[in-house]
């Protein structure tokens, strides 16, 4: 799990720097989306199924970014969008269009609505985060 935890850091960093994050936040960037990934895997291992457990873990994530944002002073979306590219469903997207392209209505079908439920699940999750006030993430200045 710690070399999960350690490639999620450098997937997340990876995407940070194509969206141009400060280099001063790109630890913070990195680490909020390794701690979204161990998060999936967590709630996965527990049972949980793909899209629950996307759900859990992208309302985590967005936890994470609202509380790094408030504390370094930075909006959400530094560290939300270059975070959650640990979450995103790439491989359903991909093997979605794969079956479409052979033909195989039945597992396009099947990876298409689990995709379209993961993705779901992830917006929802944003919401869900977003839901809390923000005067649950507030510092207070020392």
């Given at each position: 799990?710690?070399?999960q935890?350690v490639l999620?850091?450098?997937?997340?960093?990876?995407?940070a720097?194509?969206?141009?994050?400060?280099?001063?936040?790109?630890?913070f960037?990195?680490?909020t989306?390794a701690?979204?990934?161990?998060?999936?895997?967590?709630?996965?291992?527990l049972?949980c199924?793909?899209?629950?457990?996307?759900?859990l873990?992208?309302?985590f994530l967005?936890?994470v970014?609202r509380?790094?944002?408030?504390?370094?002073?930075?909006?959400?979306?530094?560290?939300?969008?270059?975070s959650?590219f640990?979450?995103v469903p790439?491989s359903?997207?991909?093997y979605?269009s794969?079956?479409?392209i052979?033909?195989?209505?039945?597992?396009f079908?099947?990876?298409?609505?689990?995709?379209?439920?993961?993705?779901?699940?992830?917006?929802?999750?944003?919401?869900?985060?977003?839901?809390i006030p923000?005067?649950a993430f507030?510092?207070?200045?020392?």
């Amino acid at each position: 799990m710690i070399l999960q935890f350690v490639l999620a850091m450098i997937a997340t960093s990876s995407f940070a720097v194509l969206f141009c994050v400060p280099k001063g936040q790109f630890l913070f960037s990195s680490l909020t989306g390794a701690l979204g990934w161990i998060c999936y895997l967590v709630f996965y291992r527990l049972g949980c199924g793909t899209v629950t457990a996307s759900l859990l873990a992208t309302f985590f994530l967005t936890i994470v970014s609202r509380f790094f944002a408030s504390v370094r002073k930075n909006p959400v979306t530094l560290y939300l969008v270059t975070s959650i590219f640990t979450l995103v469903p790439g491989s359903g997207i991909y093997y979605t269009s794969y079956y479409f392209i052979i033909n195989d209505m039945d597992s396009f079908a099947l990876k298409g609505m689990e995709t379209f439920k993961i993705a779901g699940a992830i917006a929802v999750g944003i919401i869900f985060g977003f839901s809390i006030p923000q005067k649950a993430f507030r510092c207070k200045a020392r």
